[in-house]
């Protein structure tokens, strides 16, 4: 039997900070003036990957390129904490020296091709990388739209839904069309459209 390459000694220390994450809670809290307690890194990152799979998947993209990007998008914020867009303004955050020490935990193969889809995320340089950056924001946005739904005024001013394609900071700064039409889309939506259609009060 061969004597495995990875240390499970320290892929449980990364298990264990990847699950902290649904520990952290997203600091838009502060400016949005709503204590979602749901609404943690964990959830964010969740829902990404399901978007940012099916974006790959309708562009012809790599999936699990676009998966692995999205799962490790936030993961340096287990050891930094959420920075909202006024935070980052004052605040510095040593980003690829936390990534580094994550990714120190798995075996040097992992850790390389671990390293090399977080750096091609920060580049945003190929489709992967856009479409995974389309999902953290359309994420955001399902969010807002989320917050307005339960009479939010603040999301609702950040959503800009009249002006949507000019005004609103999150559709500005998506790449790909299909982003774009999907985010058009959740706009248009109420988030519990989804079950008004099907709802009964009588059991089968």
């Known amino acids: 039997m061969k004597t495995p390459k990875i240390s499970f000694e320290k892929l449980g220390y990364l298990l264990y900070e990847i699950g902290s994450l649904r520990k952290i809670p997203r600091s838009h809290r502060q400016n949005l003036l709503t204590n979602d307690v749901s609404d943690n890194l964990s959830s964010h990152i969740f829902r990404v990957t399901w978007i940012g799979w099916f974006l790959a998947t309708e562009c012809s993209a790599d999936p699990y390129k676009t998966i692995m990007m999205c799962m490790l998008h936030d993961l340096p914020e287990a050891r930094s ?27 040097p193969k992992q ?20 479409l995974a950056k389309d999902a953290d924001l359309i994420d955001q946005m399902l969010l807002l739209k989320e917050h307005a739904h339960n009479g939010n005024k603040e999301a609702s001013n950040w959503l800009h839904l009249e002006e949507l394609e000019t005004k609103n900071n999150h559709f500005k700064l998506l790449h790909h069309e299909v982003s774009k039409q999907l985010a058009r889309e959740i706009a248009k939506q109420q988030p519990s459209d989804w079950w008004q259609n099907f709802y009964t009060h009588n059991r089968k």
Do not use: C, F, M, P
């Open 81 to 107: 904490g959420d920075q909202n867009w006024i935070n980052k303004k004052y605040v510095k955050v040593y980003e690829d020296e936390i990534i580094k020490d994550q990714l120190q935990n798995t075996n």
């Open 111 to 130: 850790e390389k091709e671990l390293t090399k889809l977080y750096k091609e995320y920060e580049l945003r340089e190929s489709l992967e990388a856009k």
